[in-house]
Each structure stands twice: as structure tokens, then as C-alpha cells.
């Protein structure tokens, strides 16, 4: 066991929906344990400029439903760099913390190992991004309101195509992984998924829709992730209609309103049961580590680990996905 007196929280990164309902977790678990507990505004860049203050009861009130973070989230380039790093450690210091956990994705943990490494210094990280690309966890915290989010957006569409005839390009987030477009593309019957992990050939796009629309198909869903080879979705757009002409076509980037909105129950629970689990896991003496849910039990991974590695694609359900939507 070890004895935690003060711990601080910060979120940083891309915000997520459902980080609120982690920092209320983290914020309450440290209070049972009889911690002080500080949040950290800005993530790292609050660290280097000692905006952090201590959190009550109050505070981390009424806030499991709201999406963004009330701590604020930014990318720090200056945690990038020896002397902001030192920076963050002597503020640590100076309010006596023993302990720190951060919520966010890949960038956060990159930060979150060097800066363990460097000064010994216990870190738990906590997953929360809407790509859900994290090696070490089946979700992340964000994950699962972005897709729904996703999914009401291109259900709308599919109306207003299906009036019109029209084949509609939808790009969403993700970065550089297609989590988000697979799972929306398969929960909104989309006529195909182009994602990251697999290369897009655009022939072969051309002739799966020459082949829908011989089949009486009158408008259809590409659902475009936004790091695909084949480029963005007004790229794939306009490569499509120079060689087929059958739909008239438009496109759709949903872009920032995946990250906002309400968490769902399932983030909710996430953030609830990871916010937990991590001052568990500095009570039981772990650093350096993100806290993750593999088959609903909760998971260490090292950070070199989380960071090194990155969450496979399952390709079967792309096959699926194809069949289904014949
Ligand atoms: O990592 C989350 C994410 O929303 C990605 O899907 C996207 O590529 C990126 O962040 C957008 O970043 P920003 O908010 O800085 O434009």
C-alpha cells in the first residue's frame, strides 16, 4: 500500500466526452481515501504554469452528464521540452502532490512516460480520447458518445440522400485510425468504410457502387475516415465522380461536433469505473501505467507499452461490413 496524501488531475489532448464524469471519479475516490485532491487546468501547460487549485465536493458536482472537461484541455509543446517538464515537477512539488493522473490519449502518455521516467514520479493514465485508438483498453473514454453522435448525424443524411438521389461522402475524426468510421459505417449501413489501416482503391469503390446501382440502389453513405490514403472526403468525392457519374454526389465533414455533447451511459460508466481504478491503482503503489477495461476487467499497461504500440483494426468486421451492405 502507499500512502497518497495529495494527488492532482489534469485532462489534456483532444477533450472527450465523458472526462467530466472521470475527473468527478478520480475527485471523489482520492476524497474517500482521505486524499487532497488538486485539478490541473490546461492539462500540461497548467502543470508548467501552476494553475491547479484543490477540488471539493462541489466542484466535481452536476458534472458526470456534461460533455468537454471543466478542467480545460490543451497540447502543450513546452512539455515537450527538459525545462517545462522541470518546470511542472517543481510546482508538483511545491503543493507537496505525491501523486498525479492524467486523462487523455497517445500525446498525453507520451508525455505522461517521459516525464515519470525522468523524475521518479508516479503517473497513472487514464484513457480518453474519441479515436479509441489506445493499445490496452477495448474503449476509451469518448469513444462510444462520438459514434453515436456519428450515427444520429448520418441517419439524418440518409433521408435527405434518399430524396435526392444523391451518394453522400461523410468524413469523421480519428486521426490516424478508423475506429470511428468502421463502427458508425457498420451501425448506419454504410455502402462502404474507408479507413487508415487498409488501402483505399478508388477502382474498386467505382465498382462496388456501378455494381449497387444495377441493383436499383438510388443513394448511398461512403463513410470516409479522416486520415484515409485515398485522402479526405472531398478528395475520395471528386476521384469518384471524374470516372462514374451514376449518383449525383455531395459531402459532408462532421468534424468538431464528435468531440461535444452529452457523455452516453456507456462513457459514463467508463469514465466512472477508470477514474476509480486509477487512484485504486496508486493506493496499490503502480506508476507509470494507463488503466484500461480488456473484456470489462480492468487492465495495467506500461506506458512504453501504450505508446509503442497501436490498437489493431479488426478487419473481419470491414468484410462484414461489405456483405451487409450489398
Ligand atoms: O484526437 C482527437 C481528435 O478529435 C482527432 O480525431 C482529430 O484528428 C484531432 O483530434 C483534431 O484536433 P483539433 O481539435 O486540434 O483540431
Known amino acids: 500500500m502507499n500512502k497518497i496524501n495529495k494527488l492532482a488531475v489534469l485532462t489534456s489532448g483532444g477533450d472527450a466526452p465523458g472526462m467530466n464524469a472521470a475527473i468527478r471519479a478520480v475527485a471523489r475516490t482520492g476524497f474517500f481515501y482521505g486524499m487532497e485532491v488538486y485539478g490541473v487546468k490546461?492539462?500540461?501547460?497548467?502543470?508548467?504554469?501552476?494553475?491547479?487549485?484543490?477540488?471539493?465536493n462541489q466542484i466535481v458536482?452536476?458534472?458526470?452528464?456534461?460533455?468537454?472537461?471543466?478542467?480545460?484541455?490543451?497540447?502543450?509543446?513546452?512539455?515537450?521540452?527538459?525545462e517545462g517538464r522541470q518546470k511542472a515537477y517543481d510546482n508538483l512539488r511545491t503543493h507537496n502532490i505525491d501523486a498525479l493522473i492524467v486523462i487523455g490519449g497517445d500525446g498525453t502518455f507520451t508525455g505522461a512516460n517521459i516525464f515519470s521516467n525522468e523524475?521518479?514520479?508516479?503517473?497513472?493514465?487514464?484513457?480518453?480520447?474519441?479515436?479509441?485508438?489506445?493499445?490496452?483498453?477495448?474503449?476509451?473514454?469518448?469513444y462510444d458518445t462520438a459514434i453515436n453522435t456519428v450515427v444520429e448525424a448520418v441517419d439524418k443524411l440518409r433521408d435527405t440522400a434518399g430524396s435526392h438521389n444523391r451518394l453522400f461522402f461523410v468524413e469523421v475524426m480519428g486521426r490516424d485510425a478508423g475506429f470511428i468510421a468502421l463502427r458508425s459505417g457498420i451501425a448506419t449501413g454504410a455502402e462502404d468504410i474507408l479507413i487508415p489501416e487498409t488501402e483505399t482503391c478508388i477502382t474498386d469503390l467505382i465498382n462496388k457502387l456501378k455494381h449497387d446501382r444495377r441493383g436499383?440502389?438510388?443513394?448511398?453513405?461512403?463513410?470516409?475516415?479522416?486520415?484515409?490514403?485515398?485522402?479526405n472526403?472531398?478528395?475520395?468525392?471528386?476521384?469518384?465522380?471524374?470516372?462514374?457519374?451514376?449518383?449525383?454526389?455531395?459531402?459532408?465533414?462532421?468534424?468538431?461536433?464528435?468531440?461535444?455533447?452529452?457523455?452516453?451511459?456507456?462513457?459514463?460508466?467508463?469514465?466512472?469505473?477508470?477514474?476509480?481504478?486509477?487512484?485504486?491503482?496508486?493506493?496499490?503503489?503502480?506508476?507509470?501505467?494507463?488503466?484500461?477495461?480488456?473484456?470489462?476487467?480492468?487492465?495495467?499497461?506500461?506506458?512504453?507499452?501504450?505508446?509503442?504500440?497501436?490498437?489493431?483494426?479488426?478487419?473481419?468486421?470491414l468484410e462484414m461490413a461489405r456483405i451487409l451492405s450489398l
Open 233 to 317: 472526403a472531398y478528395e475520395v468525392a471528386r476521384k469518384v465522380s471524374e470516372n462514374f457519374q451514376g449518383y449525383e454526389t455531395r459531402v459532408t465533414v462532421l468534424g468538431h461536433v464528435q468531440r461535444g455533447g452529452a457523455p452516453t451511459c456507456m462513457d459514463r460508466v467508463l469514465a466512472s469505473t477508470l477514474g476509480y481504478e486509477a487512484v485504486k491503482a496508486l493506493i496499490k503503489g503502480k506508476k507509470a501505467i494507463m488503466i484500461g477495461k480488456i473484456n470489462n476487467q480492468a487492465a495495467y499497461t506500461p506506458f512504453e507499452k501504450s505508446v509503442k504500440h497501436h490498437r489493431q483494426i479488426n478487419g473481419s468486421l
Open 61 to 82: 458536482a452536476n458534472i458526470i452528464q456534461r460533455g468537454g472537461t471543466i478542467l480545460k484541455s490543451e497540447r502543450s509543446d513546452d512539455f515537450m521540452k527538459t
Open 42 to 56: 490546461r492539462g500540461y501547460q497548467g502543470l508548467i504554469d501552476n494553475d491547479m487549485s484543490e477540488l471539493d
Open 119 to 142: 523524475f521518479d514520479f508516479p503517473v497513472i493514465g487514464v484513457p480518453g480520447t474519441i479515436d479509441n485508438d489506445l493499445y490496452g483498453t477495448d474503449y476509451a473514454i469518448g
Open 216 to 231: 436499383n440502389k438510388t443513394s448511398g453513405i461512403i463513410m470516409v475516415a479522416e486520415g484515409d490514403d485515398a485522402g
